[in-house]
C-alpha cells in the first residue's frame, strides 16, 4: 500500500457525510457510499483503477437505489405549499370596501395586500373576516366568513 490510501478515501466519505447535513438531497451521501468502497479496494492492496471502479459503481448503485428511498422516506410531506397556493384556505381581512355589484375589493391575506373578487353579492365591509377558496392569476376569490 502506497502512502495508505484507505484512509484518504475514509476520510473523504466522512467528509461527505458531514457535508450532506448542509447540503440536503442524500447525492454527498452515494458519494460517500463510493468513497468506503473505494477504500475497501485501497485496503485490499488495489491499485488506483480498481478503486476508481468501485467509487462508480457503489456511487451510480447508491444513487439509482439509497437516494429513492432515503428522498421517499424524508421528504414525504406535501403540507408546505409553494409561492401563491399556500393562500388556499387562509383566512384573510377586508382592506377595501367590495363593490356588491363588481364583487371586487382587496382582501390582506398572507402578510400582503391583494386584489380580491368574492364569491357571493354581498356587501363586505373593511374589517371584515374573509376565506381564500382559490386563485385567478393574481386576484384571490374569496367566500364570507360569518363573524361572530
Known sequence: MEFFQWHWWAGLAIVLLIAEIFIPGFFLVCLGFGCVGA???AALGLGPAAQLIAFSILSLAAFF?????LLKRM??????RPNMDALLGQKGRVTQDFDPGLRLGRVS???DDWRAECTTDKPLRIG???LVVRLDSNTLIVEPLINH
Do not use: N, Y
Not at 421528504?75 to 408546505?80: C, E, F, L, S, T
Open 109 to 111: 391575506a398572507g402578510g
Open 39 to 41: 477504500s475497501a479496494m
Open 65 to 69: 437505489t439509497i437516494r429513492p428511498l
Open 128 to 130: 371584515d373576516t374573509v
Open 75 to 80: 421528504w414525504k410531506d406535501p403540507g408546505v
